[in-house]
């Protein structure tokens, strides 16, 4: 009857203790979105967004949500760093894939406003260390990131912008670049606000 009794205790510490775990991943998550969201000064739309994208990426449900949501709102004026929140985050992330997955969401909730603020470089810069990753992913992520935000070389089809087909005949096209040239004017634009 002992063992079955201490088999018992055992499974029921093991179950605190992941519940534990979970509570402080989820604390985590909200607080770090929180921190880098309010990094620039105000929280945006757009960062809200992100964060909840980032709640489905990492597969979170709706209870799980709700406290990371709480937590979220707790962290925008808490006295702690997004730095302890990453080390909390890294001590019961234990799969690196998923530290990794989590600084990729940091990026996204940076990128959300399209800008990345100083402060928000910073952080991103530094976070490396305490969530346990490789520091090259902040170059890699930067590479990435402006790569992305480039606009294409490839030119847009000229008679698409006129709004003609590639048929039309050279008349057809004078036309048509006259009116967009009217349309899009400087002085009509300035005088238009």
């Known amino acids: 009857r002992r ?62 949500r709700e406290l990371c949501i709480r937590a979220f709102r707790a962290a925008k004026t808490d006295t702690h760093s997004i730095f302890e929140y990453a080390e909390s985050f890294a001590s019961v992330a234990r799969a690196v894939a998923i530290r990794e997955m989590m600084y990729d969401i940091l990026w996204d909730v940076a990128c959300a ?20 990753i490789r520091p090259s992913l902040f170059v890699e992520q930067r ?14 089809d000229p008679y698409s912008v006129l709004g003609c087909s590639v048929s039309a005949s050279n008349e057809e096209v004078r036309r048509a670049y006259r009116a967009q040239a009217k349309k899009h004017h400087p002085d009509l634009l300035r005088a238009q606000g």
């Open 3 to 64: 063992m079955a009794h201490d088999a018992r205790e055992r499974m029921r510490a093991r179950h605190e203790s992941s519940l534990e775990r979970e509570v402080v991943f989820l604390t985590a998550v909200g607080a770090m979105l929180a921190k880098l969201s309010k990094a620039d000064g105000h929280v945006d739309a757009t960062e809200i967004e992100a964060g909840e994208r980032a709640f489905v990426r990492l597969g979170l449900m709706p209870e799980n």
């Open 113 to 132: 406003d399209g800008t990345v603020s100083v402060e928000e470089r910073r952080i991103l810069e530094l976070i490396v260390t305490p969530l346990r």
């Open 143 to 156: 590479s990435r990131r402006m790569r992305a935000s480039r606009p294409s070389s490839r030119a847009a």
